[in-house]
């Protein structure tokens, strides 16, 4: 089983920067995509940023530009430079990974999710 934590939300005054991160512990085999997502209130759970295990990365266009997904494999983190914020960036930011477990020699893959990271984005 994978755990999956973030951290790094908090308040920031529009313009201002904040940096998220996601540590996955816990017994797995390997962790492949990993990615981050948000909610904010009312509307539906959005993709912001992915990054493969090789380092491609993609955004989502409303983040282009101001947005950085960076990741540490050996660290097993993900991190999201979030930079000039909005107020439309306001959300739960959630990590994403894709997690391979091996039992008996044979894989499967599933999709492990952090518990969120409230981001908060003053005018």
């Known amino acids: 089983q994978v755990q999956l934590v973030e951290s790094g939300g908090g308040l920031v005054q529009a313009g201002g920067s904040l940096r998220l991160s996601c540590a996955a512990s816990g017994t797995f085999f390997s962790i492949g995509t990993m990615g981050w997502y948000r909610q904010a209130p009312g509307k539906q759970r959005e993709l912001v940023a992915t990054?493969?295990?090789?380092?491609?990365?993609t955004y989502a266009d409303s983040v282009k530009g101001r947005f950085t997904i960076s990741r540490d494999n050996a660290k097993n983190t993900v991190y999201l430079q979030m930079n000039s914020l909005k107020p439309d960036d306001a959300a739960v930011y959630f990590c994403?990974?894709?997690?391979?477990?091996?039992?008996?020699?044979?894989?499967?893959?599933?999709?492990?999710w952090g518990q969120g990271t409230q981001v908060t984005v003053s005018s």
């Open positions: 990054s493969t295990s090789g380092g491609t990365t």
């Open positions: 994403n990974a894709v997690v391979t477990k091996m039992v008996l020699g044979r894989t499967t893959t599933y999709d492990a």
